[in-house]
């Protein structure tokens, strides 16, 4: 796995070009690390080393009554609990939203979840809700919408410049170490 900086200069699927053509157009410095699909933990933490950064988990979920989707992101070591989360948004038990809502809405299949999916969400069917905790942290790793790629980019663009561009306001929440 090599890190390098910039968009490839071969072509890649649609949500992913657009990826990079929304990273171009902010002027965000980016890394990126092509590589095996990452669908096991040996996978991610092999990532994470050569990223240097924080792997966010992403979450797709949606409350009880399918009324509201949400995109979790937390880092990677916490834990998901749903009466933890649904008590601070004031939320039904959240659970986990389903395959097909989460290519509808951000236009991802499971495993390539990031808040870069969020480009794709013009009708803002997802709330996005953020880990405080990974403000801390000086860069973030996330998939450009497909999993066989990681992208290294600071978290302060993340938060400055990408997601007010992506107009997905976020509620930040507090989610435990345990």
């Known amino acids: 796995m090599e890190l390098v900086t910039g968009r490839p200069q071969d072509k890649r699927i ?78 039904s038990r959240l659970s986990f939203g389903s395959d097909e ?24 069917h997802v709330q996005l809700l953020v880990d405080k905790d990974l403000l801390e942290d000086d860069y973030l790793g996330c998939h450009p919408c497909i999993n066989t790629r990681s992208l290294k980019i600071k978290m302060k663009d993340v938060f400055e410049k990408i997601i007010p561009a992506l107009h997905h306001e976020p509620i930040f929440v507090e989610v435990g170490d345990e």
């Not at 609990?81 to 601070?88: E, L, N, P, Y």
């Not at 499971?110 to 013009?122: A, E, F, Q, R, Y």
Request: charged content about 30%.
């Open 14 to 91: 649609d949500k992913e070009e657009r990826v990079y053509d929304l990273l171009d157009q902010l002027n965000i410095d980016y890394q990126r690390l092509d590589h095996q699909e990452a669908n096991t933990m040996e996978v991610c933490l092999e990532i994470e080393k050569n990223l240097k950064s924080t792997i966010c988990k992403n979450l797709f979920l949606v409350n009880s009554n399918k009324s509201q989707y949400y995109l979790l992101m937390l880092k990677g070591h916490k834990k998901f609990k749903t009466k933890v989360i649904s008590k601070q948004i004031n939320s």
């Open 101 to 124: 809502k989460m290519l509808e809405y951000l236009d991802i299949t499971p495993g390539s979840v990031s808040v870069l999916g969020l480009m794709n969400d013009h009708e803002h």
